[in-house]
């Protein structure tokens, strides 16, 4: 019998679980998120109307976001999937969201792509009936063929959409990442232009940037979350996973920050539905980002020790966060998500 060499480890669904479960208990233990580099939000002030003639009570956050009404314009984040725990995680963040009236990412979906005890951990509709539920795969892993698998997957979980991840710098430090991302932009392209489902291409906190965007000029996909440097940084989770320390600190404080990644986004696709997220941590980044051209925002890692908690935990952080939101409008004179993009920002 030949013997698999150690270099090339075989990827077992309970290596990725285990795997997924690192991820969490560094996300919930350690400093991850970036030391110097920021979201670049301080840079902004929201303009603050001592004569607004808005009510608190009246303001209104509705917003269309891939053909769904959402309550609030915020998409709670992709996060996991996989193992027991990533499924209590997954029904807690549901159970807020369909309370909220807000959007739910899941993870990565790649374990369940021939896992049939995985898929549970991602079945969330049964509680969150009405959420706008977006699947998850990653552009490294996107391949002919694994459509139809992928399909399957987002078919019994009950999705509306799918992100595609695009994480080249994160798979470049995770041990065994897929490296190889030559060929992705095409294989996006007709991958968007055929699947059955709205398509969003999302980063996970290194930040589409204006060389990224222009590759999707003439891509059909949805939309596009920039998922910025300034939050989580997964250049350091991976590092802390695979040595125990942070053994090249300049990579993991790389990225696009996720202010400029919106802005180079907005101008160079001036129509696509954009969703800001990475180091998204308050109400007031949020209302922020919306004004400078967001339609909506996602939050992850700061919503994880609450889903680890129950659906309640989760529902009083985004109504909290809500509630900022909310104030920020009416102290700028908005009753609504479009009067607040029309009123701009101070630069700093
Ligand atoms: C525990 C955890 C697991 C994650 N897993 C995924 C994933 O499977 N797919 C994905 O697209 N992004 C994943 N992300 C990345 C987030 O969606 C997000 O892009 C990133 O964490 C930056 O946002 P933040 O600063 O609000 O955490 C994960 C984030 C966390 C905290």
Redesign the pocket.
């Known amino acids: 019998m030949t013997k698999k060499p150690a270099e090339q480890p075989e990827f077992t669904d309970a290596a990725l679980s285990v795997r997924?479960l690192r991820?969490?208990d560094v996300?919930l233990t350690q400093a991850?998120?970036y030391t110097h580099v920021t979201t670049g939000f301080e840079r902004y002030r929201l303009r603050y109307n001592a004569l607004t003639q808005t009510n608190l009570a009246a303001v209104d956050l509705t917003t269309e976001f891939l053909g769904a009404t959402l309550r609030a314009p915020i998409l709670v984040?992709?996060?996991?999937?996989g193992a027991e725990l990533s499924g209590l995680i997954n029904r807690n963040l549901a159970g807020a969201a369909q309370q909220l009236g807000v959007a739910m990412?899941?993870?990565?979906q790649r374990i369940m792509l021939d896992d049939e005890v995985a898929t549970a951990s991602f079945e969330v509709r049964d509680i969150a009936p009405d959420v706008l539920l977006i699947g998850?795969i990653?552009l490294a892993q996107l391949s002919e063929s694994i459509v139809p698998y992928l399909a399957k997957a987002l078919g019994r979980v009950g999705a509306d959409a799918v992100?595609v991840?695009t994480?080249p710098l994160q798979e470049a430090v995770q041990p065994d990442g897929d490296t190889d991302f030559s060929g992705s932009v095409p294989r996006l392209r007709a991958f968007a232009e055929t699947f059955g489902y709205p398509v969003l291409l999302?980063?996970?906190?290194h930040g589409i940037g204006a060389v990224a965007a222009a590759q999707l000029r003439d891509c059909r996909i949805a939309a596009v979350?920039v998922?910025g440097a300034?939050?989580?940084s997964?250049a350091r989770?991976e590092q802390l996973v695979r040595y125990g320390e942070v053994r090249y600190p300049a990579l993991a404080e790389w990225g696009v920050p996720t202010a400029q990644a919106l802005l180079e986004c907005r101008a160079t696709l001036p129509g696509m539905p954009l969703v800001a997220?990475?180091?998204?941590?308050t109400g007031m980044d949020a209302a922020k980002a919306l004004a400078l051209g967001a339609d909506a925002v996602?939050?992850?890692?700061?919503l994880?020790p609450a889903a680890i908690q129950s659906a309640g935990a989760v529902t009083d952080w985004v109504g909290r966060f809500i509630e900022e939101l909310t104030i920020c409008l009416h102290c700028c004179g908005a009753g609504d998500l479009a009067t607040l993009k029309a009123s701009g920002l101070d630069s700093l």
């Open positions: 997924k991820h969490i996300c991850v998120e984040g992709a996060m996991t999937g990412m899941l993870g990565s998850n990653g992100a991840h994480n999302k980063e996970v906190g979350d998922a300034g939050g989580t997964w989770v997220s990475g180091g998204i941590r996602s939050i992850s890692r700061p994880l």
